[in-house]
């Protein structure tokens, strides 16, 4: 079947602008992940959603960094005046609860801030 | 939160030799994942493997929970086996830790 995607797949912005990075998790998978990952390092948890629950946000950077996920499916990551140290790949990942947590990866968007 | 330390940061290998890669945890994980990043980037699933051993055609995995630590091995290498080995460990449901990974470069 599918895997996790992501959109865009690359994207350049100005400081001080918003932008929205999507993920569309594997269906039927009901926990879904935000990571990201600067260049030559590992990775980095952002958020974690997990059925109807309150989600995770103990790794979020800062307040400009919001998510949200709607119908227990797709979700959007929202960073709000954007800075250069924002510069990294964003990915995605989701997981079937009760298979052991499994994690499978989107690709990521690239994100650039000029 | 859970300490993951990988080693060694890098390893350079001759095509056809093996290796062993290693995953030490600070804690109990009931989760625990490798992965290979290959150049583009993107996070292949090597072995879901909290505890015991599986292997997969040239890589098999050992993790022994009660000493925290877990071993990927990699025989007969190849040149398409190069990339960061990452791996990853949740103590509960929810967000995974991951170590720095071994950067491994595989010559012909």
């Known amino acids: 079947g599918a895997g996790v995607s992501q959109s865009p797949s690359n994207k350049v912005t100005e400081k001080g602008k918003d932008v929205e990075l999507r993920c569309d998790p594997i269906?039927?998978?009901?926990?879904l992940y935000w990571y990201r990952q600067s260049l030559g390092q590992g990775l980095e948890f952002l958020i974690y959603f997990q059925g109807n629950s309150a989600p995770d946000k103990s790794g979020l950077p800062s307040d400009r960094f919001s998510a949200e996920r709607t119908g227990g499916s797709v979700s959007t990551l929202t960073i709000q005046r954007t800075q250069q140290e924002d510069s990294a790949v964003y990915l995605c990942?989701?997981?079937?609860?009760?298979?052991?947590?499994?994690?499978?990866f989107g690709p990521g968007t690239r994100l650039t801030v000029t | 939160g859970i300490q993951v330390e990988q080693s060694p940061p890098d390893l350079i290998l001759q095509e056809g030799a093996n290796s062993t890669l290693r995953c030490n945890f600070s804690?109990?994980?009931?989760?625990l994942q490798w992965f290979h990043q290959n150049p583009w980037g993107q996070l292949i699933n090597l072995f879901y493997?909290?505890?015991g051993t599986k292997q997969n055609g040239r890589l098999s995995a050992t993790t022994v929970a009660t000493e925290r630590y877990s071993l990927l091995y990699i025989s007969s290498s190849q040149t398409t086996d190069s990339g960061v080995y990452f791996c990853a460990v949740a103590g509960n449901a929810g967000k995974s830790t991951f170590g720095d990974g071994t950067t491994l470069t595989v010559k012909p």
């Open positions: 804690d109990s994980v009931n989760n």
């Open positions: 493997i909290p505890s």
């Open positions: 990942a989701s997981s079937r609860v009760g298979q052991g947590y499994e994690q499978y």
């Open positions: 269906s039927g998978h009901t926990a």
